[in-house]
């Protein structure tokens, strides 16, 4: 379901679309060639506000981790339901992580990290039936979503 999102979006932004077949982790096609390096420093508020700017864009965002999704604040990221307050879908930044980090993903107890990966764009803008399938931070919110590359504790 995630693996049908990121292939229409990747589509869209005029991206080689990833070989799901060999890849288990759809972000990291998606996310490919984004590395810490190459990546431009953002804030992740800026990225959730400003998903047009940032769509396809290689980028490296310090924030709060939890569950899904990534936080100016800790404050935000705290909070409870965080990711069913509706104000902060134009701060938080939606992840599609590898596997591995989607398991070791903090429920409970925000983590300071950084994040470097490809911006994926609105969520709004992928077609409903898309979304629907979706199995990820898309198929629940409209914000913007990152194709995760990497995560690294601070």
Same mark, same amino acid.
């Given at each position: 379901?995630?693996?049908?999102?990121?292939?229409?979006?990747?589509a !869209?932004? $005029?991206?080689a +679309?990833? *070989?799901?077949?060999?890849?288990?982790?759809p972000?990291?096609?998606?996310?490919? @060639?984004? #590395?810490?390096?190459a990546?431009?420093a953002?804030?992740?508020? &800026?990225?959730?506000?400003?998903?047009? &700017?940032?769509a396809?864009? /290689? *980028?490296?965002?310090? $924030?709060?981790?939890?569950?899904?999704?990534?936080?100016? !604040?800790?404050? &935000?990221?705290? +909070?409870?339901?965080?990711?069913?307050?509706?104000?902060?879908?134009?701060?938080?930044? @939606?992840?599609?992580?590898? %596997?591995? +980090?989607?398991?070791a993903?903090? +429920? #409970?107890?925000?983590?300071?990290v950084?994040? *470097? @990966?490809?911006?994926?764009?609105?969520?709004?803008?992928?077609?409903? &039936?898309?979304?629907? %399938?979706?199995? @990820?931070? /898309?198929?629940?919110?409209?914000?913007?979503?990152?194709?995760?590359?990497? *995560? #690294?504790? %601070?």
């Amino acid at each position: 379901m995630r693996r049908l999102m990121i292939v229409a979006v990747a589509a !869209s932004l $005029g991206m080689a +679309q990833p *070989v799901l077949a060999a890849d288990p982790a759809p972000s990291a096609s998606l996310a490919r @060639g984004c #590395t810490a390096k190459a990546a431009k420093a953002a804030e992740p508020a &800026e990225v959730a506000a400003n998903p047009a &700017e940032f769509a396809g864009k /290689c *980028v490296s965002l310090e $924030g709060w981790w939890r569950d899904i999704a990534l936080y100016p !604040s800790r404050a &935000e990221a705290a +909070q409870t339901d965080a990711l069913s307050i509706v104000i902060l879908d134009q701060r938080r930044v @939606g992840l599609y992580l590898p %596997k591995a +980090q989607l398991d070791a993903a903090p +429920q #409970t107890a925000p983590r300071l990290v950084r994040v *470097v @990966g490809r911006v994926g764009g609105a969520c709004a803008t992928v077609a409903a &039936e898309v979304r629907d %399938k979706d199995d @990820g931070y /898309c198929h629940y919110k409209p914000g913007v979503w990152l194709a995760v590359a990497g *995560v #690294t504790p %601070k």
